[in-house]
């Protein structure tokens, strides 16, 4: 049965989230539509008034969260086959929206090609603009289990593998699953998979690195080929070195004034090094300077791409970094921060032991969750509330631009199709609403929630 909302709603007194700034204001919202709407043409074209106005006495409204990193919640796991698995996953999406949470990208981990293809179709976008239906989904994020067996963390390395070409790829997921992918954490220097990210992204596939063992210039590679995304930023992957910083590395350089080039002088053209016909074949026919470079199009692009700092998850949840570590990422690369809970399907559970895939068991104490077999940290259980105010308090960043980290920012990392809609209180994108209160050592708690201009907690 569907439930009957207001028509129209006035959010008034409260500091909206605009900018990178909380600024005083109102805010218009539409349940018919989901999404906000313009005073002017409300009153003015279509003559409408508020059908409520809620009086938000001072307290911030921020855009609804986006998790792009979430393994599960509420004793449910989006990696594990389930005869109810549909039904078990809205109940699922009911619960995560109570912490603030209006959009996730539901993260399967590395587990065996039949898994893959009972859990992804599930997965994919969420279809209809439902609000009764809880956390609304983005499309799936795979991680795994194209991963580095030496950065595995807890992925099983019995079920990783390499692909060696795009039919490994479909093999593993099952081709027709892939529309329903989001992105993938893959580690880019195992098998030809460096070769594949250009493919993940033609397909609309975001390409993140990670669980990976990669060089500083492999990690750069793989940007040139089109990764944009780093998952979980310094946790399963080669450790920081001051001269080969690895993939944390990315986070330090910055795009080159001009293209850069290399001295093509050492390397004589061949014939055999270039298609016959192509354009820069036919450019190699005549003599050339030792100073000479390329200039076509695409290497271009591909080195712009070389130098351009990636987007990178972060997991602030006090236990997978310090908040050294998270302030250092922060100032290197602010606006590719996302803050991600990395959450596992017992966060939202009582303390204590729980089975786990029939792989090992989860011993979880308060905001801790470790394997108990090595006691390796395994996720996390903390919500993204929780990760917001130890980022704040442990960076000294503003509320404004720490909210940005997962609002505007993860929308903007999920690509264009998201970020028209998600992340940002204006005019015509989905009505998605946190109203947060600040107590007086400045952390901040859900208060309210709305989803397509409906408020549902």
Same mark, same amino acid.
Request: glycine share 10%.
């Given at each position: 049965?569907? +439930?009957?909302?207001?028509?129209?709603?006035?959010?008034?007194?409260?500091?909206?989230?605009?900018?990178?700034?909380?600024?005083?204001?109102?805010?218009?919202?539409? !349940?018919?539509?989901?999404?906000?709407?313009?005073?002017?043409?409300?009153?003015?074209?279509?003559?409408?008034?508020?059908?409520?106005?809620?009086?938000?006495?001072?307290?911030?409204?921020?855009?609804?969260?986006?998790?792009?990193?979430?393994?599960?919640?509420?004793?449910?796991?989006?990696? +594990?086959?389930?005869? &109810?698995?549909?039904?078990?996953?809205? &109940?699922?999406?009911?619960?995560?929206?109570?912490?603030?949470?209006?959009?996730?990208?539901?993260?399967?981990?590395?587990?065996?090609?039949?898994?893959?293809?009972?859990?992804?179709?599930?997965?994919?976008?969420?279809?209809?603009?439902?609000?009764?239906?809880?956390?609304?989904?983005?499309?799936?994020?795979?991680?795994?289990?194209?991963?580095?067996?030496?950065?595995?963390?807890?992925?099983?390395?019995?079920?990783?593998?390499?692909?060696?070409?795009?039919?490994?790829? &479909?093999?593993?997921?099952?081709?027709?699953?892939?529309?329903?992918?989001?992105?993938?954490?893959?580690?880019?220097?195992?098998?030809?998979?460096?070769?594949?990210?250009?493919?993940?992204?033609?397909?609309?596939?975001?390409?993140?690195?990670?669980?990976?063992?990669?060089?500083?210039?492999?990690?750069?590679?793989?940007?040139?080929?089109?990764?944009?995304?780093?998952?979980?930023?310094?946790?399963?992957?080669?450790?920081?070195?001051?001269?080969?910083?690895?993939?944390?590395?990315?986070?330090?350089?910055?795009?080159?004034?001009?293209?850069?080039?290399?001295?093509?002088?050492?390397?004589?053209?061949?014939?055999?090094?270039?298609?016959?016909? !192509?354009?820069?074949? !036919?450019?190699?026919?005549?003599?050339?300077?030792?100073?000479?470079?390329?200039?076509?199009?695409?290497?271009?692009?591909?080195?712009?791409?070389?130098?351009?700092?990636?987007?990178?998850?972060?997991?602030?949840?006090?236990?997978?970094?310090?908040?050294?570590?998270?302030?250092?990422?922060?100032?290197?690369?602010?606006?590719?921060?996302?803050?991600?809970?990395?959450?596992?399907?017992?966060?939202?559970?009582?303390?204590?032991?729980?089975?786990?895939?029939?792989?090992?068991?989860?011993?979880?104490?308060?905001?801790?969750?470790?394997? &108990?077999?090595?006691?390796?940290?395994?996720?996390?259980?903390?919500?993204?509330?929780?990760?917001?105010?130890?980022?704040?308090?442990?960076?000294?960043?503003?509320?404004?631009?720490?909210?940005?980290?997962?609002?505007? +920012?993860?929308?903007?990392?999920?690509?264009?199709?998201?970020?028209?809609?998600?992340?940002?209180?204006?005019?015509?994108?989905?009505?998605?609403?946190?109203?947060?209160?600040?107590?007086?050592?400045?952390?901040?708690?859900?208060?309210?929630?709305?989803?397509?201009?409906?408020?549902?907690?």
């Amino acid at each position: 049965m569907s +439930t009957s909302y207001p028509r129209v709603t006035k959010l008034t007194n409260g500091l909206l989230l605009k900018n990178g700034q909380l600024l005083s204001g109102d805010l218009w919202v539409s !349940s018919e539509t989901g999404r906000i709407i313009s005073p002017q043409s409300a009153f003015y074209a279509s003559h409408l008034k508020a059908d409520r106005v809620v009086d938000l006495e001072g307290r911030i409204l921020s855009p609804g969260f986006i998790d792009v990193q979430i393994n599960g919640y509420h004793n449910f796991d989006f990696s +594990t086959p389930d005869p &109810e698995f549909a039904s078990r996953l809205t &109940e699922t999406t009911q619960q995560m929206i109570k912490s603030g949470l209006t959009s996730y990208v539901p993260t399967v981990i590395s587990t065996r090609p039949e898994a893959y293809h009972a859990v992804l179709p599930h997965l994919g976008p969420s279809e209809g603009r439902d609000a009764s239906t809880g956390c609304e989904s983005l499309g799936a994020h795979i991680e795994g289990p194209f991963l580095s067996p030496l950065r595995n963390g807890i992925h099983n390395k019995e079920v990783l593998r390499e692909a060696n070409s795009w039919e490994d790829i &479909e093999e593993c997921y099952g081709s027709k699953n892939l529309q329903n992918v989001r992105y993938i954490t893959a580690a880019p220097e195992r098998g030809d998979m460096m070769s594949l990210i250009s493919e993940f992204v033609s397909r609309g596939i975001i390409f993140s690195v990670g669980h990976s063992d990669a060089t500083f210039e492999q990690a750069q590679s793989a940007m040139a080929a089109g990764a944009s995304m780093v998952t979980h930023l310094f946790n399963a992957m080669r450790p920081f070195g001051h001269r080969d910083p690895g993939i944390f590395g990315l986070l330090g350089q910055s795009a080159p004034s001009t293209p850069v080039a290399t001295p093509r002088a050492s390397r004589p053209a061949s014939a055999s090094s270039t298609p016959a016909g !192509s354009p820069r074949s !036919s450019r190699r026919s005549s003599p050339r300077s030792s100073l000479s470079i390329s200039t076509s199009i695409s290497d271009i692009e591909q080195e712009e791409r070389r130098y351009t700092q990636p987007y990178f998850g972060l997991i602030a949840d006090g236990i997978h970094l310090s908040p050294q570590t998270l302030k250092i990422a922060y100032s290197s690369h602010p606006e590719g921060a996302i803050l991600v809970t990395d959450a596992q399907k017992f966060a939202g559970c009582k303390d204590g032991a729980y089975e786990w895939r029939g792989e090992d068991r989860f011993i979880k104490e308060g905001k801790v969750l470790r394997l &108990e077999s090595n006691g390796r940290i395994a996720g996390s259980v903390v919500d993204l509330i929780d990760c917001v105010n130890n980022f704040k308090r442990w960076t000294g960043a503003g509320t404004a631009k720490v909210l940005e980290t997962v609002t505007s +920012t993860p929308a903007k990392m999920l690509g264009k199709d998201v970020e028209k809609r998600k992340g940002k209180l204006e005019v015509g994108m989905d009505a998605d609403l946190v109203v947060l209160g600040e107590g007086l050592d400045g952390d901040l708690t859900v208060q309210q929630v709305w989803k397509f201009g409906a408020r549902v907690v």
